[in-house]
């Protein structure tokens, strides 16, 4: 049961480059979330998605993309890379209303690392 | 808005001690509540989550919450550390909206001593 899987592990970025971070899930989850992780910030959401199609900005969005064409998958990119963007990136996914409710967890993946010099 | 204030940064116990860490959130109405563990290079584990059957809530590895709405607290607690609970450990509210984002506290690093 692979749940959530974010690759790659790490990843060091010159400034300007470009770079997609991969997420997928196998759980067939309709929610699914992209955050970043700075010390002793706790989590960001960059990005969110409900659904095939459908995407939205959450609070940290500025210098990031995202597409949703299947269930499974949810890709973060980043355009032009700036040493701001170096942090922790986390993938979620969550059940959708209907199976649990609001209070159905989210499911997270293992992170990327991303450092940008 | 929604928020979660988690109070210290970092918490040091002794293995055998109790573990209180401190969760207290901000809604306007019954929220739901999760706490998440992260250990070193590892992404988050969910620890426990209130629901509204009960506001003494029981987790993984001995931990448990509890939920008191006129604090609008969601302490986790453990009667007796263990070395491997040393972690940073995370409170969370999701959002009120059809998003069910999630707001997360800026998360407490547990340190236990031998």
């Known amino acids: 049961n692979a749940g959530v899987t974010q690759t790659p592990k790490f990843r060091i970025l010159k400034i300007g480059q470009s770079m997609t971070l991969q997420c997928t899930q196998d759980?067939?989850?309709?929610?699914m979330y992209w955050y970043r992780q700075d010390p002793g910030m706790g989590l960001k959401l960059i990005y969110y998605?409900?659904?095939?199609?459908?995407?939205d900005k959450g609070e940290v969005p500025n210098g990031y993309n995202v597409s949703r064409s299947t269930t499974e998958d949810f890709p973060l990119r980043l355009e032009l890379a700036a040493p701001s963007q170096t942090s922790v990136y986390f993938c979620?996914?969550?059940?959708?209303?209907?199976?649990?409710?609001?209070?159905?967890?989210?499911?997270f993946g293992d992170g990327t690392r991303l450092s940008i010099l | 808005a929604q928020s979660v204030t988690q109070l210290g940064s970092h918490v040091s116990v002794s293995e055998g001690a109790l573990v209180l860490l401190r969760c207290n959130y901000s809604s306007s109405v019954p929220p739901y509540l999760f706490w998440y563990v992260q250990y070193p290079n590892q992404g988050l584990q969910l620890l426990l989550k209130?629901?509204?059957?009960?506001?003494l809530v029981k987790g993984i590895n001995g931990f448990e919450a509890e939920f008191k709405k006129s604090e609008t607290s969601f302490h986790l607690t453990k009667p007796s550390a263990h070395m491997s609970d040393a972690a940073e450990y995370f409170c969370a509210v999701s959002e009120e909206d059809s998003s069910y984002k999630l707001i997360f506290g800026s998360g407490t690093r547990l340190l236990v001593r031998p």
């Open positions: 209130y629901t509204s059957a009960a506001t």
């Open positions: 979620a996914s969550k059940a959708q209303p209907g199976t649990g409710s609001g209070n159905q967890p989210q499911h």
């Open positions: 759980m067939n989850h309709n929610y």
């Open positions: 998605s409900v659904g095939a199609g459908i995407t």
